[in-house]
């Protein structure tokens, strides 16, 4: 009886108390939880230094390439320090390698750079984009772009986590071909969201153009959601069970995102083409991948 009385009041394992067992929406394991609850408690410093300062106020008109990229380095680098010297529970009696939010980071950094230095290409050849703000660039990329991008994909991923997990929650007494069905369902219109969120968002920075914004809005924020519909589930899988991830697989299941994000965005510059009519300096001169377009023109 004493043995089953100190098994019934057993601690839940999981590597930071039960906390989640009385709330669907966090994580089991105790790092998980606390990242995830960080990166969403940071997201309004960033965003309101974005969007409630510098756009409204138009600060980017005195900004030159220097101003743009501080922005970005003060919007982003938080996310990497802060969690340095304010470390949680369950984390401080991790090594730093094993702590969720700096798998998280490893994850997002991957599959945002893979996003910015490459599929940013089609936005320009399929979608009719151009960034006409001063910045300095990497593949024509500025790369303001590459660190804001990481923050945006925090924001996104751990809300996708979260709510991804409260429909498992919810739908867990259904059939399995049932449950796969919520689960995309979700998904897909979660990804529309933020797509279509991001693009209005910026509506008010002039120096992100596009050829034509209400295609954008409508068809580009699907084409724009194609990164997300592959990118939620698989991050969401990170030390979401029992068995913890190391470095090497988060890297590996991050790059392994980005390819099939790659083929899918080929297929439909292939196959669907551009939204809008890109004038001929913008169109690939010959079949290939969308960021050969320069090498293309030359020979």
Not at 135 to 163: D, I, K
Not at 206 to 222: I, L, N, Q, T
Not at 225 to 250: C, N, T
Not at 253 to 263: E, H, K, N, R, S
Request: proline share 5%; with cysteine; charged share 15%.
């Amino acid at each position: 009886m004493t043995a089953v009385r100190r098994h019934a009041g057993a601690k839940p394992r999981g590597g930071g108390g039960g906390a989640a067992g009385k709330n669907p929406w966090l994580a089991a394991d105790g790092s998980k939880r606390w990242g995830e609850t960080f990166f969403l408690l940071y997201t309004p410093f960033w965003l309101t230094l974005c969007l409630g300062v510098v756009v409204p106020f138009k600060l980017y008109e005195r900004f030159t390439e220097l101003e743009y990229l501080v922005l970005g380095l003060v919007s982003t680098m938080p996310a990497f320090l802060v969690p340095l010297f304010l470390v949680g529970k369950a984390d401080s009696i991790r090594s730093l390698k094993d702590r969720y939010w700096v798998k998280a980071n490893v994850w997002i950094m991957i599959f945002s750079y893979v996003g910015n230095y490459f599929w940013t290409h089609y936005f320009f050849t399929v979608l009719g984009a151009s960034y006409t703000f001063p910045s300095w660039r990497m593949n024509n990329v500025p790369h303001t772009t590459f660190l804001l991008a990481h923050s945006c994909f925090l924001l996104y991923h751990m809300a996708s986590n979260m709510t991804l997990r409260r429909l498992r929650h919810t739908t867990a007494h259904l059939p399995q071909s049932i449950r796969w069905l919520f689960d995309a369902a979700w998904i897909l219109a979660f990804s529309y969201f933020f797509a279509y969120l991001e693009t209005l968002a910026i509506a008010n920075f002039p120096y992100y153009e596009f050829v034509d914004r209400d295609a954008m809005y409508k068809v580009g924020s699907m084409f724009y959601a194609i990164y997300f519909l592959v990118s939620f589930p698989m991050f969401a899988r990170i030390d979401e069970k029992a068995e913890k991830w190391d470095l090497g697989r988060v890297a590996v299941d991050a790059l392994g995102a980005a390819m099939l994000v790659t083929i899918i965005l080929d297929l439909w510059r292939i196959f669907l083409g551009p939204i809008v009519p890109i004038p001929e300096s913008g169109r690939c001169s010959q079949p290939g991948l969308a960021w050969f377009q320069e090498q293309n023109q030359s020979v």
